[in-house]
Structure formats: C-alpha cells, structure tokens
T-cell receptor
C-alpha cells in the first residue's frame, strides 16, 4: 500500500492568497483526519471525517479554514485568505474504525 | 481540549542503553498509541494499546496501557542510532485523539 498521500509537500505563498492542501487516504479506511503541527502547539486535530462526512470540526481555527471530502479517496483543506500565523506542517491521517491512525508525510506551509 | 503530559522532554543516551518515557493525563482514554516522527516526515505508528493493563511488545519496544487508563509508558531496549527521533504518545477516545508534546531522543554511537 502506498500509505497516505499528501500534496504538495511544500507550499510557499503570500499573505492573502488561497491555499489548498490535498490528501488521499489509505484505501479502505473510513476515517480521515487533518492535523496541524507547530513548535508552539504541537499536533492539533483540526477536523475529521467518517465515510466522507465531517464529524467534528471544533479544531478548525476560524472561518478561513474549510475542509471537504467529496469521495472516499480524496480530501482537501483550504485556507482563504492565508495569514503568516497559518505557517505550519499540515498532516492528513486515516484509519479503519477506531484503530490506529496512519499519517501522511505532511505539507509544510509557509505564508509570507 | 485535554492535554497529555509526556516526559521527559528530551533524552541523550549512549547506544545500547535502555530508554523509558511516559505519558499521563487527567482524562481516561480507550486507546493509547505511541508514534515516532523523523525529521520531515509524518508520525509513524509504533504500538497501539486497547485494554487497561495491556503490555505489548514490538521488537525492542514495549509499551503498557495503565490500569487507571490515564497513563502509558514506552520502553526501548538496547537503543541503536536509528532510534533517534521524536516519540509521541497519543490518547484516543472514540476518534478524538490527543497528543503529548513529544520526547526527543538522541542516541550517541
């Protein structure tokens, strides 16, 4: 299995621009999670989906952040407009049921 | 949300030594997990524990799910240079998972 796939691996953008991060979960997994990792706050859960339906988005920082999962093999996390404080590594993870979560390699976002 | 207290923050050890790290929480979890993260990569699942009191091994790694369901430890025996990295504990209740701040392990050859 290829594991969780994320793209791009690195993104550098200017403040105010729209950013879209992409994720392909492991085939057969029914849960998908988006996390953000920073030095200050560590790993934070932003939102998770079950069978493509958003279950808990209480970790999403504000309305500038949105996530979608149009089908079982694809999810996006969008930031519009981006701000420098959004700079972080964003991870996507997937799991089957309540089993262990498997993480992708992450997208390192830098907002100038 | 609730935070996990992971200790120590960092460890500097000699190759061949054993390592122990632990995680505690004020909340009960149904599952405890341990992950390792290498630079520029995502966390990799090492061990998952599903029952209070469970002791599980994976090669040189051994982890236990505390009886109170509020703590877990990870031991690494006979450390080798490739054990270097950041180790995270995670407590999970349903699908809400919280992470510790990590233990940064350095192994000197």
């Amino acid at each position: 299995d290829a594991g969780v796939i994320q793209s791009p691996r690195h993104e550098v953008t200017e403040m105010g621009q729209e950013v879209t991060l992409r994720c392909k979960p492991i085939s057969g997994h029914d849960y998908l999670f988006w996390y953000r990792q920073t030095m200050m706050r560590g790993l934070e859960l932003l939102i998770y989906f079950n069978n493509n339906v958003p279950i808990d988005d209480s970790g999403m920082p504000e309305d500038r952040f949105s996530a979608k999962m149009p089908n079982a093999s694809f999810s996006t996390l969008k930031i519009q407009p981006s701000e420098p404080r959004d700079s972080a590594v964003y991870f996507c993870a997937s799991s089957f049921g309540s089993g262990g979560q498997y993480f992708g390699p992450g997208t390192r976002l830098t907002v100038l | 949300g609730q935070q996990l207290n992971q200790s120590p923050q960092s460890m500097f050890i000699q190759e061949g030594e054993d390592v122990s790290m632990n995680c505690t929480s004020s909340s009960i979890f149904n599952t405890w997990l341990w992950y390792k993260q290498d630079p520029g990569e995502g966390p990799v699942l090492l061990i998952a524990l599903y029952k209070a009191g469970e002791l599980t091994s994976n090669g040189r790694l051994t982890a236990q799910f505390g009886i109170t369901r509020k703590d877990s430890f990870l031991n690494i025996s006979a450390s080798i240079p490739s054990d270097v990295g950041i180790y995270f504990c995670a407590g999970q209740r349903n699908n809400d998972m919280r992470f510790g701040a990590g233990t940064r392990l350095t192994v000197k050859p």
